[in-house]
Structure formats: structure tokens, C-alpha cells
């Protein structure tokens, strides 16, 4: 593990040079391009990012959560397995190591969730599960939560919140899908309880589910108080209501327990898992029990859901390593102590902008606001720290309705010493920010 090294301007000639070549041939609407964004990467290593013009930083993201246990972490068992099968046909004549995978993976979960459909991102298992509530329920109409976000493909869209996704696509959005507060305090809890009843009331018809993530990532890494995820549970088991958790984020370990679902001692009627399983491969998992499962029906040989690269068997062994990894070394116990370390450590930096340190295990949120008094979000602050952190060699993200929480997982390997070291930067830059904002404003 490396603390930055920086030895070039930030973005350094080759990615400017790069940058310049990718305006040339991706469309404008994929990557934000600037004269302080983006760095290319060239190479990682367990916490390590290096570009291309071989500055060294912190990844304080695991690369959208996915790197838990490291960059590079399940490269040998990718290997391996390159050099026997990269690709099979998932449904058709199927990898081995796709049918061990999957033992390993049930083997860690509830007994009740024992059938899983595999797929390549987080959207997909998400589309997965709105698929299986639909065939097993005979109802479409689902319960979301406001700022949710489940992914950005047609069904997934249509559970995310934010009118920054959605808007454009409106018209092809056909629900029914409700979406209802996300409880961020017992204040809230309430509130949002007796939004969802009504919902509940009033569409008994067409109702299927609710989906839920445990913790909100990007809707600004919100911890909703505890026994929101029971009374949810409560309400569908009262309903006939599938309860559908989306731990894409949250699962493997990122939150200090195996599965976030594990604080509140439930279990959903289906869960959607991603990122991290995958070792930086394409893998994701909508997984329920023998019951909902089975009202796919039996394959005739012409699945009704499948995918190309379903199984793919270098993303299997990936997934396979990962599990072996987050056993043997006992991650979720490591990952809520220096959770917790982090956490603490967060809470000594001193900016009248900050109204809150939130989060659990090695998912953390610091949102910004303008004034404590009214909370507007501050975003240009955000923006601005992102930037800062960049010249100095740490690679963080902005999260939230409007982008003013700094959201922080690292990978699961952060030591101690490399946390002081992060929150002494990010006082010194707190402290130059907050200069800034007095002098000039934002």
C-alpha cells in the first residue's frame, strides 16, 4: 500500500492528451470531460490507482464499490481460469466453475434464498427481480424509495427516483412504480411509514413488492433509523408483498456485516447483489427462495430470461476467490473496526459547512451544506473538494439529491495509518475551502 505520489500536474499530459482523444469518438453524454477531469488509468493494486502518467493515488471508492478486497485481488484466480475457458453458454452448455460459484454463494446466505439467476451489472439483477415479483405475484406495481437508485437500464430506471435519470426517458417508463420518502431519522420514519400504507391501500390490485436499499448509496450514503427495514418486512408479509432488497452496494461485507440486511436480523423474499463479487468483472445475483423461483417455470430450451455472458466463467472465478477471501480473512469484522476508526476520524474534521458524518462499516457519507441552519446543499463546496482531493492524490465521489455528500468505501484493506493520512488532508483542504468560500464565495 502506497501514499500518493504525485508527479505531475493534475490531469498530467497523457490524460489530457487522452481526454482530447476520447471527446473525438464517445459521445458527449458518457464521460465529464475538464481541464481537472478526468486522470486515465493505467494500473491498480490493492488501494492504489496509478495513471498514465504515472502519479499514484488513493482509491477511496474501490472504483464504484466494486475493488472491496482490492484492486487486483482475484487476478490470479482470472488467470487460471483464462487459460483453461474465458467463455461458455451460461444457459445452454454451462461452466463449471458458474455451478461452484453458486454452491459457494448459497452457502453463505439464509437457507431460504437458494435459486439464483446470474447476471452482468446491478441493473440487471435489479430487472431480475422486477421480472421474478411480476411472474410469481401476477402484479407489476412495485414500491420505491425517493433518491433510491437501482441502476439505468429501461425496468431499473423506472425504480430509480432522481429526475436527472428519469426525466428523458419518461415516456417509456410504464410502471407502476410508487415512490415513497426514504427515512433518514426517527422524525422521518413515521412520515414515511404512513406514505407507504396509503400507497399500499390504495393499489391492493396491482401491488407486487417493495425494493429497498438498506442504506442508500447514491442518494447521499443515508442510514435510515433502525426498524425501518422490519416494519417493511412487517408491511409485506402483511400484504402479500414481496420484500425485494437491493444490496448491490451494500453486500459483501461493505457495511460490517455479510449482508447489510443482517443489522435489522431480516431476510427479503429476494436480494440483489453486485459489485464487489465480482472482483472487477461483470457479475451480479438476484437470489429468492425455491418458492418465488419456481414460478419461472422449467426451461423448455428457450429461456424467457438469459443473457449472453450469463456465468461467464472468469467472472464465476472471481466470485468464487471473493467468497473464499471474505470467509477465510473474516472481512465484515475488519471492515466494522475500521469502519469505525474512519468514522470516529471524521468526525474531528472542522468546517462550519458540515452538517453530518454518517454511514457504516467502510460506507461513509460527509454532507455539505451552506448553512446549518437552513441545510441547503452545498454542492459547488463538494465539487470543489473532489477537485482538491485530486490534486492531492485522492480519488473520492460526490453522492446525494444534489450532489453535496463526499462518499467514501475504500477498499477493505485501508490501514489506520492511511486513514489519519486522509483526514489530514482533507482538514487541510477544508480549511483552504472554507478561506475560499469567505474571501470569494463559491
Known sequence: MFLPQIKTAIPGPQSLLYAQKLALIESSGITYLSDKFPVFWQ?????????????CFLDLNSAFGVAGPGHGNA??????????????????????????????????LPANLNKIIL???????????????????????????????????????????????????????????????????????AKSLKIIKEIIENNKNILGGIIVEPIQGRGGVIVPPKGFL???????????????????????????????????????????????????????????????MSAWGKSNGEAIHTSTFLGNPLACAAGLHILNELQSKNWPALIDERGQYFKDKLQTLKSPFI????????????????????????????????????????????????????????PFMIQKETIDFVIEQFQEIFINLNKTVQKFGI
Request: net charge negative; charged share 25%; hydrophobic share 35%.
Open 43 to 55: 494500473k491498480a493494486n490493492g488501494i492504489n490507482i496509478w495513471d498514465i502518467d504515472d502519479n
Open 75 to 108: 487476478s490470479e484466480a482470472v488467470r487460471e481460469q483464462a487459460l483453461n475457458l474465458i467463455h461458455g453458454m451460461g444457459d445452454v452448455h454451462p461452466p463449471k466453475v458458474k455451478v461452484d460459484f453458486m454452491e459457494k454463494l448459497i452457502e453463505i
Open 119 to 189: 447476471s452482468c451489472n446491478g441493473s440487471d439483477a435489479c430487472e431480475s427481480a422486477l421480472k421474478t415479483m411480476q411472474v410469481y405475484t401476477k402484479k407489476s406495481g412495485i414500491i420505491a424509495f425517493e433518491y433510491g437508485y437501482h441502476g439505468l437500464g429501461y425496468g431499473a430506471l423506472d425504480l430509480t427516483h432522481k429526475p436527472h435519470f428519469r426525466k428523458p426517458f419518461e415516456q417509456r417508463l410504464s410502471g407502476p412504480t410508487f415512490h415513497a420518502p426514504y427515512p433518514s431519522c426517527e422524525e422521518e420514519l
Open 230 to 292: 422490519k416494519e417493511l418486512r412487517n408491511l409485506c408479509d402483511k400484504n402479500d408483498l414481496l420484500l425485494i432488497l437491493d444490496e448491490i452496494y451494500t453486500g459483501f461485507g461493505r457495511t460490517g456485516k455479510m449482508f447489510a440486511f443482517e443489522h435489522e436480523n431480516i431476510i427479503p423474499d429476494l436480494l440483489c447483489l453486485g459489485k464487489t463479487i465480482g472482483g472487477g468483472l461483470p457479475l451480479s445475483i438476484c437470489v429468492g427462495s425455491s418458492e418465488i
Open 355 to 410: 452538517k453530518e458524518i454518517r454511514g457504516k462499516g467502510l460506507m461513509l457519507g460527509i454532507e455539505l451544506v451552506k448553512d446549518l441552519n437552513t441545510n441547503e446543499p452545498f454542492t459547488d463546496l463538494a465539487n470543489h473538494f473532489t477537485e482538491e482531493c485530486l490534486q492531492r492524490g485522492l480519488i473520492v465521489l460526490t453522492s446525494g439529491k444534489a450532489g453535496h455528500v463526499i462518499s467514501l468505501s475504500p
